[in-house]
């Protein structure tokens, strides 16, 4: 029972009084930790405001939005956000309903993505896929399905906007089926579109859901059994007959998505969302790890961070590291040891990041994601763990498709950009590559919107004035082979295309795509890579 924000924002809570949570909540609930994905304007901020508001962690529709804009009026670096009213950074909201703790990681909703989208999608383990019923597969909903393919994410497909004129429902499932390669099984069908939009039947039951009043809005109106327009009635036998029939097991597999159709403006749909995460959404899975994965239930507690967030203050230099909980019961001040770097850190001060609030969180639980403030100990793709002999694996660098060449207007300030791209690297705002040939260091992204995030953040925070070039590259690839020599004798050639990423891995910058095609063709023992799992 709380009200509140939705968007977490940086600033670091003073110490406050711990959550007091009894010795009897040794019970653990259940977690669903998922994200929405969505293209920008299918309704991803609505949607993820009613999931709130039915998962009772807020009380007011449009908190979601009107918070988000009392945060972004505070965040000075992040000029962009205000300019173009769009959120650059990642929240997670914690809500719990049912027995069930839910964690909802929001992931920008710009077209221009950064990396952080995509890693902040290696810490969930089911995501929804928000769908406009008049566009159908948009492409960054394509994009971010292709991700969460990657891990096998399950998805549930959510079709919004039915309470408007939209494309037929057999053109839509053949749509998701076809480009997205999965089974689709309709959980529930929309009686007529736009005008004459007169409800949502659920399949399973049999229950049509009724709009009410002038806002044609779901208002717990319920029919049993309808009589349906003959149409309708012989559509829903035809989809009954033609798709797949639910399978949880497929589903958590990722082969296959079970679709509802609804408005999430006029409450159509996020109920049955939130029921069918509670009933067949995955727990926390056994996640990748160096030796072996770790199960959720293994005693130590371990994680990884999937994101790190400068301060929105430029003065200050603090930092809060997004750590995905794998395994173990985390307790406040427990010490963790980021394998590979650094001695343990106690953890004295954790963030929950629950809907209402961030609190000081005295447990955690596989699933949950924790917030750890630091000044730059901790880096994306770090894991952190009682014991120090395993890693995690899993979080991948993408192909940058933007390539830029930085030219610093001051000479001297060469230190400071140097530590400036290595920072913003760090946190995933942008990869950075070191020619092996020449002194022009050059930065990838993925997005538009993360050149304009550089450049802002350079001189805000780092106070160096800098300016980006075309590069003579357009793409780049990850390069290794099983015998150091083929890699030798390919790295020796292409001297003038080789770099080093921040970790010192080779790097290939091809001129084109096709190129990276051409010259694969010619170095078949050389692997070219358009992610590396750190
Ligand atoms: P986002 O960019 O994906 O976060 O989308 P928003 O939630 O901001 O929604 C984009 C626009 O679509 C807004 O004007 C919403 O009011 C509208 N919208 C969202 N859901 C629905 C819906 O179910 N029906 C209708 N008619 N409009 C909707």
Known sequence: PVSGKAHASIHLPARGPARAIPESAAVISPRRT????????????????????????????????????????????????????ISVTSSVMTFEKGGITFNLLDTPGHEDFSEDTYRTLTAVDSAVMVIDAAKGIEPQTRKLFEVC????????????????????????????????????????????????????LDLTTNRLHRPEGDSRTYQGKVEENPDLPPEIAEEIELAQGGYASFDGDAYRAGDLTPVYFGSALKDFGPAELIA??????????PQPADPAPIDPSAKEVTG???????????????????????????????????????????????????????????????????????????????????????????????????????????????????????????EGVTQVFYPEIGSNWIIGVVG??????????LDAEYKVAAGLEPA???????????????????????????????????????????????????????????????
């Open 34 to 85: 998922f994200a929405i994905i969505s293209h920008p304007d299918a309704g991803k901020t609505t949607l993820t405001e009613k999931l709130l508001y039915v998962g009772g962690a807020i009380h007011l529709a449009g908190e979601v939005k009107a918070r988000g804009q009392t945060r972004r009026a505070r965040s000075d670096w992040m000029k962009i956000e205000q300019q173009r009213g």
């Open 149 to 200: 393919r990657l891990r096998n994410v399950p998805i549930i497909t959510f079709v919004n906007k039915v309470d408007r004129e939209g494309r037929p429902v057999f053109e839509l499932l053949d749509e998701i089926a076809e480009i997205l390669q999965l089974d689709v099984c309709p959980m529930s069908w929309p009686i007529g579109m736009g005008g004459t939009f007169q409800g949502i």
């Open 276 to 285: 069918a995460l509670a009933a067949h959404a995955p727990p926390p899975r």
């Open 304 to 426: 990884f961070v999937f994101k790190v967030q400068a301060n929105m203050d430029p003065q200050h230099r603090d930092r809060i590291a997004f750590m995905r909980l794998c395994s173990g019961v985390f307790k406040r001040g427990m010490k963790l040891t980021p394998t590979g770097h650094g001695k343990p850190i106690a953890v004295h001060s954790p963030i929950l990041f629950f809907a209402q609030d961030r609190e000081i969180a005295d447990e955690a639980y596989p699933g949950d994601i924790i917030g750890i403030p630091n000044h730059g100990t901790l880096r994306v793709g770090d894991t952190l763990s009682e014991r120090a002999d395993i890693r995690f694996t899993g979080l991948p660098n993408f192909a940058p498709e933007i390539l830029r060449r930085v030219v610093l207007k001051d000479p001297t300030k060469t230190k400071q950009l140097r530590k400036a791209l290595d920072d913003m690297a760090e």
């Open 448 to 457: 538009q919107l993360q050149l304009e995030v550089l450049l802002s953040r």
């Open 472 to 534: 003579p590259f357009e793409t780049a690839r990850w390069v290794s082979a099983a015998d150091p020599a083929d890699l030798k004798g390919f790295t020796d050639l292409n001297r003038s295309a080789m770099a080093r990423d921040r970790d010192g891995n080779p790097v290939f910058l091809a001129k084109s795509a096709w190129e990276v095609g051409y010259i694969a063709d010619r170095y078949a023992k050389v692997k070219f890579a358009a992610t590396r799992e750190r």
